[in-house]
C-alpha cells in the first residue's frame, strides 16, 4: 500500500507542495496525506509506540520549520523528504538510546513484546514478537530499508535518494537483510 496520488491528481498534490511554501492551509492538507505513513514508519523502526509518536511530532515540526526552504516541486519529491527527515531523527534516537535496542530485544524474545510494535489490527501473537526480534537484529539501515519498502511503500529507487546510497544497494542490502529475517524466524520456530 503506497501513499502515492493517483495521475489526475499528480497536478494537485505538486499544487500543494508549491502552496504549502507560504499557505499553512496547503502544509496542513499535506501533514493529512502523509501523517499515518510517517508514524507507521516511525513504528516500525522504534517498535515503541510513544517513541514513535514523539518522532513523528518532531519530524513534522521540522517540515513545518523548513518547508519555506524546501526546493521540491512535486509531492513525489516532498514525500522522499519527509521519510529522510524521519529515518535521520529515528536513526538520531537509536544512537542516543542504544540500550533500549537491547531491552526491546530481550522483551521481544521473552514474549513480553505485546502490541507495540505490531501495528493497528495485527493479534499480538508470538509470530509477530519474534518478527519484531528479527528485525530489531539488522542494523539501522538495514531496518531503513525494510521498513520504507515494505510497511511505507517506497521504491528502491526513492529509498536510495532518502539514505543516500545507489539503488542497487537498496534492493542488494533488502535481499540480504530479508535473508536474515528468514533465519531468525527460521531458528525462533525451531525452539
Given amino acids: 500500500m503506497t501513499d502515492i496520488p493517483s495521475k489526475p491528481a499528480d497536478c494537485v498534490t505538486d499544487n500543494l507542495v508549491v502552496r504549502a511554501r507560504i499557505d499553512r492551509e496547503a502544509l496542513g492538507e499535506l501533514y493529512d496525506m502523509t501523517y499515518r505513513p510517517v508514524f507507521r514508519y516511525c513504528l516500525r523502526r522504534s517498535g515503541n509506540r510513544g517513541l514513535a509518536e514523539d518522532v513523528t ?112 544497494t537498496a534492493r542488494t542490502a533488502a535481499s540480504r537483510a530479508l535473508q536474515e529475517i528468514r533465519g531468525d524466524l527460521e531458528s525462533y520456530s525451531e525452539s
Fill in 57 to 168: 511530532s518532531t519530524v513534522f515540526l521540522n517540515i513545518a520549520g523548513n518547508i519555506a526552504s524546501f526546493q521540491g516541486t512535486t509531492f513525489q519529491e516532498f514525500r522522499r523528504w519527509v521519510f529522510t527527515i524521519a529515518t535521520n531523527e529515528i536513526n538520531s534516537d537509536c544512537r542516543k538510546t542504544a540500550r533500549r535496542r537491547v531491552l526491546l530485544e530481550d522483551a521481544a524474545n521473552s514474549g513480553q513484546l505485546r502490541g507495540h510494535a505490531c501495528g493497528e489490527g495485527i493479534d499480538e501473537n508470538r509470530e509477530c514478537d519474534m518478527l519484531q526480534a528479527a528485525l530489531l537484529k539488522l542494523s539501522d539501515r538495514a531496518q531503513a530499508i525494510i521498513a520504507l519498502r515494505f510497511f511505507s511503500g517506497l521504491s528502491y529507487e526513492d529509498i536510495a535518494l532518502v539514505l543516500s546510497i545507489s539503488p542497487g
